[in-house]
């Protein structure tokens, strides 16, 4: 069946914008993570969703970042007035209630 | 909170030879823990993990043990081919009715293998 997917794959913005990213995660899969890989660093945790329940959001970095995501389907992560250290991978992987997680191919965020 | 530390950082062998990476993680309590495979550009993949109430497990090459007195795991892999070339990721979480499951990932281990 289909894997994770994201869009854009590739985003570059300007200093101060906002920019939305997708996720459609494996279908069934009731658990959603995204995670941040900056260049040559291993994966950070940002935020999940498991059904209906509140969202783990104990990772975001600031209040310039949220996400969300409508039951069990797509979720989006929005960072506002970005900044040039947001530059990085973002990365959204999905599970069935127990794992393993799958990973989407990413979207590569260039803040200029 | 959890944080887990992974040695090498980069790891050249011959093919043919073995390879072991390291873990350690602080958080006595996490109860899961998987390793990923990620070629450049590409998305991180699964290899093999384990959970805690077990100590080694084997999959072809690859093989993980966990000593979890030393809060320490490892990776193995046997007779490297060119395309194990890759950066390895190890991670540690808590899988259970009340956790997250979210992953707490090293800091990567770039693997070269040279034919």
């Known amino acids: 069946g289909a894997g994770v997917s994201q869009s854009p794959s590739n985003k570059v913005t300007e200093k101060g914008k906002d920019v939305e990213l997708r996720c459609d995660p494996i279908s069934g899969h009731t658990a959603l993570y995204w995670y941040r890989q900056r260049l040559g660093q291993g994966l950070e945790f940002l935020i999940y969703f498991q059904g209906n329940s509140a969202p783990d959001k104990s990772g975001l970095p600031s209040d310039r970042f949220s996400a969300e995501r409508t039951g069990e389907s797509v979720s989006t992560l929005t960072i506002q007035r970005t900044q040039q250290e947001d530059s990085a991978v973002y990365l959204c992987?999905?599970?069935?209630?127990?794992?393993?997680?799958?990973f989407g191919p990413g979207t590569r965020l260039t803040v200029l | 909170g959890e944080n887990v530390e992974q040695h090498p950082s980069t790891l050249s062998v011959q093919e043919g030879d073995s390879a072991v990476i390291k873990c350690t993680y602080s958080?006595?309590?996490?109860?899961?823990f998987p390793w990923y495979k990620q070629e450049l550009g590409k998305r991180p993949q699964l290899i093999i993990d384990?959970?805690?109430?077990?100590g080694e497990k084997k999959d072809q090459r690859i093989a993980v043990t966990l000593n979890k007195t030393a809060k320490h795991f490892s990776l193995h892999i046997t007779e490297t081919q060119p395309e194990d070339s890759a950066v390895y990721f190890c991670?540690?979480?808590?899988?259970?009715?009340?956790?997250?499951?979210?992953?707490?990932f090293g800091q990567g281990t770039t693997l070269q293998v040279k034919p």
């Open positions: 958080d006595s309590a996490s109860n899961y």
């Open positions: 991670a540690a979480s808590l899988l259970g009715s009340s956790n997250t499951g979210k992953l707490i």
């Open positions: 384990i959970r805690s109430n077990v």
């Open positions: 992987a999905s599970s069935l209630s127990l794992p393993p997680q799958y």
